[in-house]
């Protein structure tokens, strides 16, 4: 505690001043008793130092005159009178050290001079010179160290806050990313359910075996987005290092998916221009989710057609998908919801590029620009 501390000092200070031989002490007892009284007094400001340094410092400086005055000019008041000088360095700021230092010299010389009438004594000047900037100047190191030790603190507090900040945006970033992956999974294999179990409903009295068909796509389509949510699922629940069971897909799982798309009624014309690339594994989960969603949209939303393109280019490959929006429906409108929303951060996670939009003959425009190494993968379009 602050406060017990700095009554041990003034006990200290009064018992080591009390305790000094002086070379012209008091005359009498009387004298010696009135120099007690004073140094008492002196050290205990001390104890109060820390809330008023500067008046602590004026009061012991000004009962060391009077003791030079009226009872010895090598008074030990002027210990108690450069501890406070000291307090003052070490809270206050440099130049206000400074000028207390020379203040609390010149002083203590003119009052030496004024009992002695001249003032003679040059050791006794360069002493009381010293032992001033001593005190200014450990005053103005201890006040430099706990600078340091403060702005050490400080950095170690704004660096626990950035480590929590940035464990809290880890985390946003993670349900983001578990929240678009799941978009993405279940939309297609929704949509497929949704046209599927609606031509299942329509011709089920006038085609039981269209209808048994749609029905089998639904079971199928059904059992897909269990697998991909019990693989999701499966991620959330396990710790980093235990591997999934099932792959992240894949272009190699592209004509599949395409194959699904056509089984639902939506008409998809799939060209591949170029040298088929390989991906790295985060470019490839990006390029089937884009196309995944792509025609997922357009089955929704267009008019039953889609153009697929794929143009592979050194160092880059161009997906683009082109679908007519259906009557009743406005262009901007089309996949308009967090679908394009998902894409749109997939490809700028991977430092691709995403354009979306409809043309000017009103069809539906989804184009990226993704980084590929030119290494042939075999992929052809189906």
Known sequence: MPGVRDAVLAVVVFVSAASMPTRGGPRSAEMYAVMLVLLALSCGALAVRRYAPMAVWGFCLAISVVDLLTVTPDSPNRVPALVALYGVAAAGSRWRAVAAGVGNTVITLGAIAAHHGVFTDRDGAYLIATTSGLAVAAGVAVRAQRAVIEAAQERARRAEESREQEAQRRVVDERVRIARELHDVVAHHVA???????????????????????????????GQVLGELHTLLGLLRTSEDVALVQPAPGMDQLPGMIASMRAAGLDVRWTTRGKPAELDPITELTAFRLVQESLTNAMKYGDGQADLSMRFVPGRVDIEVRNRVAPGVHPDGAGAGQGLVGMRERVAAVGGDLSTGPSADGVFVVRALLAADQVSTGQEPV
Do not use: F, M, N
């Open 192 to 222: 497929v359910i949704a046209v599927h179990s609606g031509v299942a409903l329509h011709v089920l009295d006038t085609s039981p075996a269209d209808a048994r068909r749609s029905v089998t796509e639904v079971r199928k389509a059904s």
